[in-house]
């Protein structure tokens, strides 16, 4: 049901993409031709991109390739538009990943901590550093990370990318990249979960849970984190919106050949067919991996999956 | 017959006293004044060349040094932020007078408009700023505009599914019942008894969401996605400079340091105001 309601919204998205670029304003071909050329020329071009055709049957062709996986071809390079991405997917996935586990563990640890020591030194010192991770831009963060960790004490490469294998080569390439995108999220997330974990600590399960005779402590992990995950982990769904936009911008700072790069040199060069494919990748991941966190969302929250109506939201 | 002009006086009241919401409201004012006066304060035009001057460092001639062409960083930091500034709050702005309506309806009206809206906001809500960006850049050309639109269109979401929320909890409430008896059309309601219900919460997601659009403004600069260089910008400042970075390191740290700065004071203050009123609500 649900993986069936993101194909169709993920179609949706595709129809909407392709007759949005046909209202871009210009004559794509005159766009690429320049201002000296032969008409017939300019009628081969048109014939080449099926742009003579009417509108709904360009639409069918496009579509009915979209779902063999043909995006087209590249009026830049003239190569397959899927097959470019295709060899560029890896190290944007891979970065997402990574910034993932940076944010995910840091974000919900230092929340749970900064929960536990609600109103003392720890916790201010974990607000006001959440503050302030939550008010840097990736790209800045990404390039105080070079000064510091590449150009001044060379621990790690300032740039430069390594195709992915399971050496420190091509980690120590990706761990700037990865700290860059993921501590802003996991600023985020820490505020969240310390949020979350200090409403749940008012609920009446867990003050059973301390009646009985549990240890705060015990009672923090066996109930309270459970629980206090839940409205998180919706909020990661949103932030993986984010997510995919920040590894655009690491990409570029930290010159990653991925997605992204592909996607703002098509923006610029108005190669269209480019453009269509990027923003249809990009939906993808961002869709796959909403699913898999309502999928996390079942697993952690019973009352869903039973379709129980919960008391305590 | 509405309690909340008075209200409203007593909550500014209460929101000054907390230390947060006055340092915030200082810095900012200090960030409006300096970027929207740039014209008069900064030492040079923001586009002055001067071949001599190259990665001059800071000193007495250029103050936080000199970039690639010999123009001086301050003078750009500052008029850049004028771009950023404009385009945080202009595109907040639009999203609430949007947004909010927008939501409101949906709550109060309920049914098949409620539908309707509550789907549009959903497919909306998540929508990676960078794709609308892209779309209204090839629409609508590279300018202000189109930045302004794409920012908005992700904020909107936002304000509508909270007055949404806030809608439906108050349209329960009896002095609605109350009003609907005395014979006030619904817009009327909407108008006067619904929305200012809307003010508290509107308030802060608006200050947390100027923070969010000049960092979204920085980033799609950052990209290539905002106005074109010349223009002075704090993103795009920062990007053409990332290769003179070891070389003249202030051309990268200062405006990189004034988004944090205008970002910071816009979430210190949203957070301020939450802790006043709170509203127990999470958001963005």
């Known amino acids: 049901m649900r993986v069936a309601s993101a194909g169709a919204t993920l179609l949706v998205v595709a129809a909407i993409v392709f007759f949005v670029m046909r209202f871009v304003p210009g004559d794509p071909v005159l766009n690429w031709l320049g201002t000296s050329y032969e008409k017939a020329d300019y009628d081969r071009l048109r014939a080449l991109y099926g ?9 069918l062709i496009w579509f009915s390739n979209l779902l063999q996986g043909d995006l087209g071809y590249s009026v830049l390079t003239q190569l397959s538009v899927s097959e470019e991405l295709w060899r560029r997917l890896p190290a944007t996935l891979e970065l997402i990943v990574l910034a993932l586990a940076v944010a995910l563990p840091l974000g919900i640890g230092s929340g749970i901590w900064a929960a536990w020591r609600y109103g003392k030194p720890a916790d201010h010192a974990v607000l006001t550093a ?17 000064l510091a960790l590449a150009l001044q004490w060379r621990v790690f490469p300032a740039t430069g990318f390594e195709p992915f294998a399971w050496s420190t080569e091509h980690f120590a390439h990706m761990a700037l990249p990865a700290l860059a995108l993921g501590l802003p999220r996991a600023a985020v997330i820490c505020r969240l979960m310390r949020g979350s974990l200090l409403e749940v600590f008012g609920r009446p399960y867990v003050r059973a849970s301390l009646a009985k005779g549990l240890s705060r402590k015990a009672t923090l992990f066996a109930h ?90 | 017959m509405s309690a909340a002009p008075r209200g409203r006086a007593s909550t500014a009241l209460r929101a000054w006293r907390s230390a947060k919401v006055r340092y915030s409201c200082l810095l900012i004012l200090v960030l409006l004044l300096l970027t929207l006066g740039a014209g008069w304060i900064a030492p040079y035009a923001h586009d002055q060349i001067d071949a001599a001057a190259a990665f001059a460092a800071p000193g007495q001639q ?3 040094g000199a970039d690639a062409l010999g123009r001086d960083v301050l003078s750009r930091t500052l008029h850049g932020g004028r771009m950023s500034l404009v385009v945080g709050l202009l595109a907040t702005l639009l999203a609430v007078l949007l947004g909010v309506p927008l939501g409101a309806l949906a709550g109060y009206v309920g049914g098949k408009v409620d539908w309707l ?26 300018g202000l505009l189109s930045v302004v639109v794409a920012l908005s269109l992700v904020l909107t979401p936002f304000f509508a599914r909270m007055s949404r929320a806030k809608a439906l909890s ?9 009003a609907q008896g005395s014979g006030l059309g619904a817009g009327r309601i909407m108008l006067m008894h619904v929305l200012p219900h809307c003010f508290q919460p509107v308030l802060i997601m608006a200050t947390l969401s100027v923070a969010f659009a000049i960092l ?16 002075p910008s704090w993103g795009g400042d920062l990007q053409a400079s990332m290769s003179a970075f070891q070389l003249a390191p202030w051309t990268v740290l200062a405006p990189g340091v004034a988004i944090t700065l205008a970002v910071l004071a816009f979430n210190f203050l949203g957070d301020g105001l939450r802790d006043v009123f709170d509203v127990g609500e999470r958001f963005l």
């Not at chain 1, 742009?51 to 639409?59: A, E, R, T």
């Not at chain 1, 990661?236 to 010159?255: D, M, P």
């Not at chain 1, 699913?291 to 952690?300: A, E, P, S, T």
């Not at chain 2, 809206?117 to 050309?141: H, N, Y």
Request: no cysteine; aromatic share 8%; net charge negative.
């Open chain 2, 117 to 142: 809206i509550s789907r549009i906001i959903d497919l909306l809500l998540p929508f990676p700023v960078i794709l609308l960006a892209i779309v209204t850049k090839m629409l609508m050309g590279d």
């Open chain 1, 130 to 146: 959440t503050l302030l991770g939550i008010s840097l831009p990736e790209f800045f963060v990404g390039a105080l990370l070079m």
């Open chain 1, 224 to 313: 309270a984190v459970r629980n206090a995950l839940i409205p998180v982990v919706t909020v990661i769904g949103l932030q993986i919106g984010y997510l995919v936009a920040g590894a655009v911008v690491v990409e570029k700072l930290f010159v990653i050949p991925g997605v992204g790069a592909y996607g703002l040199n098509a923006v610029t060069a108005r190669d269209y067919p480019s453009v269509q494919g990027f923003i249809l990748v990009v939906a993808a991941i961002f869709l796959i991996a909403n699913l898999i966190v309502d999928l996390l969302y079942l697993w952690l929250d019973p009352r869903i999956r039973t379709g129980a109506q919960g008391a305590g939201r």
């Open chain 2, 170 to 178: 108050v349209a329960q409430l009896p002095f609605i019942e109350a």
């Open chain 2, 216 to 231: 979204a403004e920085a980033s799609l600069s950052f990209l290539g996605l905002g106005l074109p260089p010349p223009a």
């Open chain 1, 51 to 59: 742009l003579d055709l009417p509108l709904l049957q360009q639409f």
């Open chain 2, 62 to 64: 250029h103050l936080i």
